[in-house]
């Protein structure tokens, strides 16, 4: 792993001329292979790898895990069995798989799991996944078909099972869940259902969200129940969140109709202060630092692992609809306004925010969201949106529409959707193109793309019409075209109960599609990539002299990658831009 770093002493003259040769141009970022549609599929006897149906996850010691399906052959694979999750750790090796045996029962065998690894916890070496059961001898019926199963990779165990009695409840039986948050240290959140009319969960008591560890549960939130910090009771409980710390968050409603509450204030937040769940924000309720205004929606919280929150409000009371939207975050001691509609975007001087996205909360405490601004003034549809990070009152642009996407030769972004990060600052996003210009078809418009941490630039991870060798044999030759990408998910790295497509060491992880619409899982460290446009030559991260051959060979040759201010030249312009960019430094 290189280390990015400052060139002390940097130069402020470049010769160029035929003698400087000798520096080979850095190819592009070189991905780890993980799977791939045709290859041989671990731990099911030479069956073959079919399609990846949803993005992977990395957990903090970089291992991956990934959901695909096994081509069926009518012999040994058959939709009995077609389906698993694998995870990379001293090579790739299969977890569990449709037909096995579902460990803490007798008999039964998993039929399918939830397909969503978004939604699989998976932290510090654990598991934990929403599954259900095929009858294969085990007395299985509509009454106890699924379950949760979590544990370390080479202990998994059945957590909570339909038909089984709920703790924390009088005679309650569970009879179906969501898919749970699952922390490094084992903590445990979901939300579970009831079976209508058995013990206590009679009318408006049949479900809930239960946290802890395997063997030890309890009801943090249930619906019917008391709701703190309100004259009513919980109504709607959306999934639960959990932190590393312990602290967990959930947002709904309480029923209306009970002590005067009604639609207009119904809306609510919770998060735990040291455990005991109480409330954070309610419809209607005043929003701290804004004078007359009161909560609105309040839309999915994100929490991050010292038990912080971020989440997106519109507001009423004192505001207009020209200023009515906004993202909040801290915590009970700290809740406070992070951006609101109508505020200037740093690094767009003139321009007003117009709405947002979800944000994301990493555990330093550094928001990232997506934004969308007004269409006056220097603003229009071509640059309409952008992406920015921090803390309040430390906001800067990381990314804009209409910017110039790195590794293009001149392309520009058209569109930017929900980016990932961590907690040291490493950003990736996908993106799409502006048709018509530079060579951007419909066939090359989408891409990847990662900045890390301290870096000035992103760099081009994937595109689209691009070719892959995907055969790892040596001297072996499988190009495949590039045709799609599946979509981000898992957003910040770190503390939350969400699994993430990159880790905290900047591990990245993800799903290609092909144009045969065959798949593969890659993934890529981060600190692998280059540190700035100027950083040419291995190693990648250090700017010396072979930077400088580098840059002289791609201008000699008219690279696209000597042509640093992107217009199309190659002239004194992009050497004075290299010159400024190898002063600058690596950061």
């Not at 507001?315 to 200023?323: C, L, N």
């Not at 691009?466 to 503390?495: C, H, K, L, Q, Y």
């Not at 991260?541 to 201010?565: C, H, P, Q, W």
Request: overall charge negative; some cysteine; charged content about 20%.
């Amino acid at each position: 792993m290189h280390t990015r770093r400052r060139q002390a002493t940097g130069f402020t003259t470049l010769a160029i001329h035929a003698s400087l040769t000798g520096a080979a141009l850095a190819g592009g970022p070189t991905p780890q292979l993980l799977m791939v549609t045709g290859a041989t599929a671990p731990g099911t006897d030479g069956a073959l790898f079919a399609e990846c149906y949803e993005p992977p996850a990395v957990d903090e010691a970089g291992r991956v895990l990934f959901l695909a399906g096994i081509e069926r052959d009518g012999v040994s694979v058959d939709f009995g069995n077609d389906y698993g999750m694998w995870v990379t750790e001293s090579g790739t090796t299969l977890l569990v798989r449709e037909g096995d045996p579902a460990p803490g029962t007798t008999g039964p065998v998993f039929n399918y799991f939830t397909g969503e690894p978004s939604l699989v916890g998976f932290r510090g070496g654990r598991v934990a996944f929403y599954a259900a059961l095929r009858d294969d001898g085990g007395g299985i019926d509509s009454t106890n078909s699924s379950g949760i199963w979590a544990g370390p990779l080479d202990a998994i165990d059945l957590i909570a099972r339909a038909g089984d009695g709920a703790p924390g409840t009088e005679g309650a039986v569970f009879e179906d869940f969501n898919n749970p948050s699952l922390t490094a240290s084992g903590l445990l959140a979901f939300p579970g259902f009831l079976v209508p009319g058995v013990g206590d969960a009679t009318p408006g008591h049949e479900g809930g969200s239960w946290i802890g560890v395997p063997g030890s549960l309890a009801v943090a939130a249930r619906r019917g129940d008391p709701a703190p910090g309100t004259p009513s009771n919980f109504w709607y409980l959306s999934d639960p969140i959990v932190s590393d710390s312990g602290e967990f968050a959930v947002g709904g409603e309480i029923e209306t109709g009970v002590n005067g509450v009604t639609y207009m204030d119904s809306d609510c937040l919770w998060l735990t202060r040291g455990g005991t769940l109480e409330l954070l924000a309610r419809e209607a309720s005043p929003v701290p630092g804004i004078a007359g205004a009161e909560f609105g929606i309040i839309a999915s919280p994100t929490i991050n692992g010292v038990g912080e929150v971020a989440f997106y409000a519109v507001m009423q009371g004192a505001v207009t609809g020209y200023d009515n939207a906004a993202i909040f975050t801290g915590d009970h001691d700290t809740l406070g306004l992070l951006v609101r509609e109508g505020d200037e975007p740093p690094g767009v001087p003139g321009a007003r925010f117009l709405s947002f996205s979800f944000p994301l909360i990493t555990d330093t405490g550094r928001v990232l969201f997506y934004a969308a601004l007004r269409v006056e003034g220097g603003v229009n549809s071509t640059n309409d949106e952008g992406i920015w990070e921090g803390t309040p009152g430390e906001l800067r642009l990381v990314a804009r529409k209409g910017d110039e996407a790195p590794g293009t030769g001149g392309a520009r972004f058209l569109r930017l959707l929900i980016p990932i990060t961590n907690n040291r600052g490493d950003v990736v996003l996908r993106a799409d193109l502006r048709p018509g210009e530079h060579g951007v078809t419909t066939d090359n418009d989408r891409g990847i793309w990662a900045r890390p941490a301290g870096a000035t630039d992103f760099t081009l991870i994937a595109r689209e019409g691009d070719m892959i060798d995907v055969d790892p044999s040596p001297g072996g030759e499988d190009r495949r075209t590039i045709g799609n990408f599946f979509p981000f998910r898992g957003g910040a790295a770190g503390g939350h109960g969400q699994p993430s497509m990159l880790n905290e060491a900047g591990r990245l992880a993800y799903t290609i599609v092909f144009d045969d619409d065959s798949t593969a899982v890659f993934a890529l460290d981060l600190e692998s990539l280059p540190c700035s446009l100027a950083d040419l030559a291995e190693p990648l991260g250090t700017l010396d002299l072979a930077d400088v051959l580098a840059f002289v060979e791609a201008f000699g040759l008219m690279n696209s990658r000597a042509d640093l201010d992107g217009n199309g030249l190659f002239d004194l312009a992009d050497i004075v831009a290299f010159v400024d960019t190898f002063n600058a430094g690596c950061p």
